[in-house]
């Protein structure tokens, strides 16, 4: 208890008036802002708009990225579809990397691959495909 009456409280001092307790000195100095009662009122930046036409860039940027994935996605798709029917189809010879071949369907409807060109053979022409280097067939354009 000797030790509370030691202490000495010190008066409470007036809300305009800026000291710190612990270091019993003023401090209004070292403040980096205003302290004095006739200083301009602090006003926090409105950083919303700001935020807002950075959060349209963004979603812009994200949404360009995932068509532009989507996109890859699709063309994924495709050759694997055409490598599907390519490589489905009957053909008695050894494709040579880098030539072209013609994909066509005979009279039961199977599919069958040949070096004849379309106008060489009279069935149902499904497409032109090049086997390239990494044996993935892709498709030509139409003849």
């Known amino acids: ?24 000195s003023y401090t209004a ?14 006003v926090p930046t409105n950083l919303s708009p700001w935020k807002n036409q950075n959060v ?5 940027a994200f949404t360009a990225e995932f068509d532009e994935i989507r996109q890859q996605y699709q063309n994924m798709m495709e050759r694997y579809e055409y490598n599907n029917l390519v490589y489905g ?4 010879f050894q494709p040579n990397v880098g030539e ?5 369907k005979n009279k ?12 060489e053979c009279n069935f149902e022409f499904l ?17």
Do not use: C
């Open 89 to 92: 189809a009957k053909f008695s």
């Open 29 to 42: 100095a070292l403040k980096p802002y205003a302290t004095n009662v006739g200083s301009p009122k602090i």
């Open 127 to 143: 497409g032109s495909f090049r086997l390239g280097s990494d044996y993935q067939w892709e498709k030509m354009g139409t003849e």
């Open 108 to 119: 039961k409807n199977e599919s069958f691959l040949s070096i004849l060109a379309p106008s």
């Open 56 to 60: 349209r860039k963004v979603n812009h």
């Open 100 to 104: 072209v071949y013609h994909l066509y």
């Open 1 to 24: 208890m000797s030790d509370t009456k030691d202490k000495k409280e010190s008066p409470k001092k007036p809300d305009n008036v800026v000291f710190d307790e612990k270091e019993q």
